[in-house]
């Protein structure tokens, strides 16, 4: 594994490529790709952060702790609330703040707080030919040229590779709660967990257990202000099932840490899929999934689906307006059926055209999106 | 500033231009007399005219799909317009281009509740999006203070924010999914009422490209519920340095207004003579949002206070009703009429990292003793959007280049500052020529690569956002086969 010390390295690195890379930060969200492996975790340690202004530049590969630690230190955080993948996937390393962008890794909080790839307000990378390039910055508003920081979060590592990330942070609120409302099935769920977000209440998570038998709402700032918010969010959802409020606040985060990092599905056989959905499809969507266990957060509008190795979860899925992604599979599985769903020819074309701009020997994770 | 000579061969195909194009489209939709195409000779950025050779204005996708195919087989470049609201030359016409305008194209195609998501043409205008949605209490969050007049499609060419980004982002944040033309007039689909589309995020590069990439024809945009109330507050500074001080303390107070709005002295004064808001003359006012319910806004703003107290504030006015509320938005929102009942002025909107405010508006107000014009300042403090307003005369000649030139060191500072050219403007004609300030040449080819992809031909908009000697040799197109 080749592990450059910095940007000039990381460049060096792929001009001399003459095979493909495997693109990696911490190695803990994809696993099973060909080629030797390219890590920037050499490449760390937090280079600006002004809490003031809510913006933070470091390495790519500065582990997410790390940022998070000093985030804390500050009374502030990643309001994407990136998941952590090393349980799901049975992963280890350490998870890096560039694989958290390249993967743009959203939470459950990516409902009310918007994707990573909201806050990610400049990168440079290092593209197929080995050139550093810059694009953003590290202010929050910014539409000078084409909004490349857009492209490159999400892209896997298929496009560039991170050498530098900045990102806008928020502060933490004061406290947090969660109400858990007692309802039959999905449907009811995501009927409840509906008029939730379309309160005026702020909710900043939106779940629904079926294990739990529980639609499950989080909100928080100012304590009177989430004390004010349960009492109004118990009485609209009284309708939808008995509703329980959980006020102890460190109770509420791990309750959202483990849904965020899809505990339930931990150590359990399986491939494991990720479905973004219209969030009132769900119900319909997920009964079609013939799944072995599920999951549903972003209001329904996410569905995490355990099903039997080697199942083509797509052909059971049919159609609808989203798409589903192997997250978890045997290579073979993998292989046949592709991590990404396929898009249409024109959208397809386009994508491909994007990569042999941005790689034109084809050498970043070859394969991973098409 | 410079555009590309007109092709003389396109000019000569004219006629058969336009014969092809009355073809797919209503007569009434098809605009070549010249007394009538100067309409669409400029945008807000009314220092550049050019009347285009034609202008069209579809009623569908499909009609701006058989438009585009058409041009694009004849060689023929093509302008996108929302409303023509750009401050920035964004729909600023060649004269060998064809404008295509949308605004027929304004039908809500969708509104969904449940899902929180309003499906659009995007001619449709900004403020009436919300309007579609409000009878339940929903709003489209991003406003740009055009947002009477523009056009959603023009929201996402230019990535649009507004005063309230702060809390609700901008244009990119709220855009869901849209229907986009290419050049060549294949339809994509690319998202919808999911969140993040699959794929790579090309949501995230069509919205800001300015018109260069595709003719956005429809969108599905993201509504939220209205918050129960909001009440703005006034402070008032002897110093913006303070004022800066005392916006960093909020936010690192965990208090997250939805809207931050700076006034400096220059701008106070004018707005006061024009709009009589009761304004103290000071040298920084600070007018703060924030929302909730009653307690959660009294909440708030005793945290604001006690915050704002600790920086010796001249003056600190809360809203006891929507009347005073009223007030203390009334200058600001006046501001730009204010500027333009006494002087032209131009408007630049480039952000720096809000640290930088106190070094920024020294040197601003340096510059302007230089350059002889004044300059009012108002901003979005929370996100270090400035609008630092260049007063000139338009009659005196020569005082629109030295506003230009003006301009361009204030836009300079703000790069060496750390921030940017633009934050919600765009480039358009405007900064075009100062990107070079921005990014290194191997930053803007990475830039051009992607429109390479989308228009290989550069036949939309094409002497936008890049300075021209890097785009000449990709615009120096082939002539259409005869």
């Given at each position: 594994?080749?592990?450059?010390?910095?940007?000039?390295?990381?460049?060096?690195?792929?001009?001399?490529?003459?095979?493909?890379?495997?693109?990696?930060?911490?190695?803990?969200?994809?696993?099973?790709?060909?080629?030797?492996?390219?890590?920037?975790?050499?490449?760390?340690?937090?280079?600006?952060?002004?809490?003031?202004?809510?913006?933070?530049?470091?390495q790519?590969?500065?582990?997410?702790?790390?940022?998070?630690?000093?985030?804390?230190?500050e009374?502030?955080?990643?309001?994407?609330?990136?998941m952590?993948?090393?349980?799901?996937?049975?992963?280890?390393?350490?998870?890096?703040?560039?694989?958290?962008?390249?993967?743009?890794?959203?939470?459950?909080?990516?409902?009310?707080?918007?994707?990573?790839?909201?806050?990610?307000?400049?990168?440079?990378?290092?593209?197929?030919?080995?050139?550093?390039?810059?694009?953003?910055?590290?202010?929050?508003?910014?539409v000078?040229?084409?909004?490349?920081?857009?492209?490159?979060?999400?892209?896997?590592?298929?496009?560039g590779?991170?050498?530098?990330?900045?990102?806008?942070v928020?502060?933490?609120?004061?406290?947090?709660?969660?109400?858990?409302?007692?309802?039959?099935?999905?449907?009811?769920?995501?009927?409840?967990?509906?008029?939730?977000?379309?309160?005026?209440?702020?909710?900043?998570?939106?779940?629904?257990?079926?294990?739990?038998?529980?639609?499950?709402?989080?909100?928080?700032?100012?304590a009177?202000?989430?004390?004010?918010?349960?009492?109004?969010?118990?009485?609209?959802l009284?309708?939808?099932g008995?509703?329980?409020?959980?006020?102890?606040?460190?109770?509420?985060?791990?309750?959202?840490?483990?849904?965020?990092?899809?505990?339930?599905?931990?150590?359990?056989?399986?491939?494991?899929?990720?479905?973004?959905?219209?969030?009132?499809?769900?119900?319909?969507?997920?009964?079609?999934?013939?799944?072995?266990?599920?999951?549903?957060?972003?209001?329904?509008?996410?569905?995490?689906?355990?099903?039997?190795?080697?199942?083509?979860?797509?052909?059971?899925?049919?159609?609808?307006?989203?798409?589903?992604?192997?997250?978890?599979?045997?290579?073979?599985?993998?292989?046949?059926l592709?991590?990404?769903?396929?898009?249409?020819?024109?959208l397809?074309a386009?994508?491909?055209?994007?990569?042999?701009?941005?790689?034109?020997?084809?050498?970043?994770?070859?394969?991973?999106m098409? | 500033?410079?555009?590309?000579?007109?092709?003389?061969?396109?000019?000569?195909?004219?006629?058969?231009?336009?014969?092809?194009?009355?073809?797919?489209?209503?007569?009434?939709?098809?605009?070549?007399?010249?007394?009538?195409?100067r309409?669409?000779?400029?945008?807000?950025?009314?220092?550049?005219?050019?009347?285009?050779?034609?202008?069209?204005?579809?009623?569908?996708?499909r009609?701006?799909?058989?438009?585009?195919?058409?041009?694009?087989?004849?060689?023929?470049?093509?302008?996108?317009?929302?409303?023509?609201?750009?401050?920035?030359?964004?729909?600023?016409?060649?004269?060998?281009?064809?404008?295509?305008?949308?605004?027929?194209?304004?039908?809500?195609?969708?509104?969904?509740?449940?899902?929180?998501?309003?499906?659009?043409?995007t001619?449709?205008?900004?403020?009436?999006?919300?309007g579609?949605?409000?009878?339940?209490?929903?709003?489209?969050a991003?406003?740009?203070?055009?947002?009477?007049?523009?056009a959603?499609?023009?929201n996402?060419?230019?990535?649009?924010?507004?005063?309230?980004?702060?809390?609700?982002?901008?244009?990119?944040?709220?855009?869901?999914?849209?229907?986009?033309?290419?050049?060549?007039?294949?339809?994509?689909?690319?998202?919808?009422a999911?969140?993040?589309?699959?794929?790579?995020?090309?949501?995230?590069?069509?919205?800001?490209?300015?018109?260069?990439?595709?003719?956005?024809?429809?969108?599905?945009?993201?509504?939220?519920r209205?918050?129960?109330?909001?009440?703005?507050?006034?402070?008032?500074?002897?110093?913006?340095e303070?004022?800066?001080?005392?916006?960093?303390?909020i936010?690192k107070?965990?208090?997250?207004?939805?809207?931050?709005?700076?006034?400096?002295?220059?701008?106070?004064?004018?707005?006061?003579?024009?709009?009589?808001?009761?304004?103290?003359?000071?040298?920084?006012?600070?007018?703060?949002?924030?929302?909730?319910?009653?307690?959660?806004?009294?909440?708030?703003?005793?945290?604001?206070?006690?915050?704002?107290?600790?920086?010796?504030?001249?003056?600190f006015r809360?809203?006891?009703?929507?009347?005073?509320?009223?007030?203390?938005?009334?200058?600001?929102?006046?501001?730009?009429?204010?500027?333009?009942?006494?002087?032209d002025?131009?408007?630049?909107?480039?952000?720096?990292?809000?640290s930088?405010?106190?070094?920024?508006?020294?040197?601003?107000?340096?510059?302007?003793?230089?350059?002889?014009?004044?300059?009012?300042?108002?901003?979005?403090?929370?996100?270090?959007?400035?609008?630092?307003?260049?007063?000139?005369?338009?009659?005196?000649?020569?005082?629109?280049?030295?506003?230009?030139?003006?301009?361009?060191?204030i836009?300079?500072?703000?790069?060496?500052?750390?921030?940017?050219?633009?934050?919600?403007?765009?480039?358009?004609?405007?900064?075009?020529?100062?990107?070079?300030?921005?990014?290194?040449?191997?930053?803007?080819?990475?830039?051009?690569?992607?429109?390479?992809v989308?228009?290989?031909?550069?036949?939309?908009?094409?002497?936008?956002?890049?300075?021209?000697?890097?785009?000449?040799?990709?615009?120096?197109?082939?002539?259409?086969?005869?």
């Amino acid at each position: 594994m080749m592990t450059p010390k910095d940007e000039a390295e990381l460049g060096e690195a792929v001009r001399q490529a003459k095979a493909p890379l495997a693109i990696r930060g911490g190695g803990t969200r994809l696993t099973g790709l060909a080629g030797e492996a390219l890590s920037v975790s050499g490449l760390s340690g937090i280079t600006l952060y002004e809490p003031g202004a809510l913006t933070m530049v470091a390495q790519a590969g500065t582990p997410l702790a790390e940022v998070e630690a000093a985030l804390a230190a500050e009374n502030q955080r990643l309001a994407f609330e990136p998941m952590d993948h090393r349980g799901l996937l049975g992963t280890e390393g350490v998870p890096t703040i560039g694989g958290v962008f390249a993967a743009n890794v959203s939470g459950p909080r990516r409902v009310q707080a918007g994707a990573a790839r909201d806050f990610l307000l400049g990168v440079r990378y290092i593209d197929g030919m080995g050139q550093a390039i810059k694009n953003g910055g590290r202010v929050m508003k910014n539409v000078t040229g084409y909004d490349l920081v857009k492209l490159m979060a999400g892209s896997w590592g298929t496009l560039g590779v991170l050498s530098e990330v900045s990102f806008k942070v928020l502060p933490r609120p004061e406290t947090e709660a969660t109400l858990r409302v007692a309802v039959d099935g999905a449907a009811a769920a995501v009927r409840a967990l509906s008029v939730a977000l379309g309160s005026p209440f702020e909710v900043s998570g939106a779940a629904y257990d079926p294990d739990q038998g529980a639609a499950l709402l989080r909100i928080e700032g100012f304590a009177p202000s989430v004390s004010y918010r349960a009492g109004r969010l118990s009485a609209l959802l009284g309708a939808s099932g008995a509703v329980e409020l959980v006020e102890d606040a460190a109770t509420s985060a791990a309750l959202w840490a483990a849904l965020r990092d899809v505990a339930p599905f931990r150590g359990q056989s399986g491939d494991v899929w990720r479905l973004s959905c219209k969030p009132s499809q769900a119900p319909e969507l997920a009964a079609r999934l013939k799944a072995e266990a599920l999951l549903f957060d972003w209001g329904g509008g996410l569905i995490w689906a355990r099903v039997p190795e080697g199942t083509d979860l797509r052909a059971r899925a049919g159609s609808y307006d989203g798409h589903a992604t192997l997250m978890r599979a045997a290579p073979e599985t993998r292989a046949r059926l592709g991590m990404f769903q396929p898009q249409p020819a024109p959208l397809a074309a386009i994508a491909a055209g994007l990569r042999a701009k941005f790689d034109p020997r084809g050498i970043f994770n070859p394969g991973l999106m098409g | 500033m410079q555009m590309p000579q007109p092709d003389a061969s396109v000019l000569a195909r004219k006629d058969r231009l336009v014969a092809r194009l009355s073809q797919v489209l209503a007569p009434d939709a098809l605009i070549h007399d010249p007394a009538e195409t100067r309409a669409y000779e400029c945008d807000a950025l009314t220092a550049y005219k050019c009347a285009p050779m034609l202008a069209v204005l579809p009623r569908s996708t499909r009609e701006v799909a058989d438009v585009l195919r058409i041009c694009h087989e004849e060689g023929v470049p093509v302008v996108p317009r929302g409303s023509g609201t750009s401050l920035a030359g964004g729909a600023l016409p060649t004269a060998d281009s064809v404008i295509l305008g949308v605004a027929r194209m304004n039908a809500v195609l969708e509104t969904d509740f449940d899902n929180r998501i309003i499906r659009v043409q995007t001619g449709r205008t900004n403020l009436s999006v919300t309007g579609a949605v409000e009878e339940e209490d929903f709003f489209y969050a991003p406003d740009p203070s055009s947002q009477l007049a523009c056009a959603i499609a023009g929201n996402i060419g230019m990535n649009s924010g507004g005063a309230h980004c702060l809390k609700y982002g901008v244009t990119t944040n709220n855009l869901m999914g849209v229907t986009l033309v290419l050049m060549d007039g294949t339809v994509l689909e690319i998202g919808g009422a999911h969140l993040d589309a699959g794929g790579l995020d090309l949501l995230g590069v069509i919205c800001g490209s300015e018109g260069q990439l595709g003719v956005v024809t429809e969108a599905t945009l993201r509504i939220l519920r209205k918050p129960e109330g909001a009440r703005p507050v006034l402070m008032g500074f002897d110093d913006s340095e303070v004022a800066g001080a005392c916006v960093s303390d909020i936010i690192k107070a965990g208090v997250l207004p939805v809207a931050i709005e700076f006034m400096d002295r220059p701008c106070i004064r004018a707005t006061e003579a024009f709009a009589h808001a009761g304004y103290p003359d000071c040298e920084a006012l600070l007018i703060i949002e924030v929302e909730g319910s009653d307690p959660e806004i009294a909440h708030q703003l005793t945290l604001i206070k006690e915050i704002a107290a600790r920086h010796d504030p001249v003056e600190f006015r809360e809203a006891a009703d929507a009347d005073e509320a009223g007030r203390i938005w009334l200058g600001r929102k006046s501001a730009f009429g204010a500027m333009g009942q006494i002087n032209d002025y131009m408007c630049l909107d480039g952000t720096i990292p809000v640290s930088s405010l106190p070094m920024v508006l020294r040197r601003i107000g340096e510059m302007s003793k230089d350059f002889g014009l004044d300059v009012a300042n108002v901003f979005h403090a929370g996100d270090g959007n400035m609008h630092p307003l260049i007063l000139f005369d338009a009659n005196k000649p020569g005082d629109l280049e030295t506003c230009e030139a003006f301009g361009a060191e204030i836009l300079k500072l703000c790069v060496e500052a750390g921030g940017c050219l633009t934050g919600e403007h765009g480039v358009g004609v405007e900064k075009r020529d100062l990107m070079l300030h921005q990014y290194d040449p191997v930053d803007l080819e990475a830039q051009l690569t992607v429109k390479d992809v989308f228009d290989p031909a550069w036949l939309l908009n094409p002497a936008k956002v890049f300075p021209l000697q890097v785009t000449e040799a990709r615009r120096a197109r082939p002539l259409a086969a005869e």
